[in-house]
């Protein structure tokens, strides 16, 4: 599935262009690796990382969405593994 639609139907961003936009800026890695590419194809067992409401998000998609449903719907597609550091913070603190 392309990266920038399964951020979206995962409910990341609010609409596809935002995901595109930030996709496009070099913000998103998959498995590590910088992507400029919303084409880019993502699936099961990726590990995605990028900013979001001022920290930064580490996910490993554990399922392909069929639609863009509810939240509870979308929280089913990933595990969050997130550790709360905000952006800007220093490992070494």
Known sequence: MRL???LVQAR???TRAIALAEVEAGHVRINGTKTRK???GVGA???LT???GGRIRVIRV???P???GPASEAQALYVDLTE???LGEDEAE
């Open 50 to 52: 990028f900013p979001q």
């Open 45 to 47: 067992g990726d590990a």
């Open 4 to 6: 920038d639609k399964w």
């Open 12 to 14: 990341f961003f609010k």
């Open 66 to 68: 069929i639609r863009r």
């Open 38 to 40: 919303p084409s880019s």
């Open 62 to 64: 554990m399922d392909l």
């Open 84 to 86: 709360d550091v905000p």
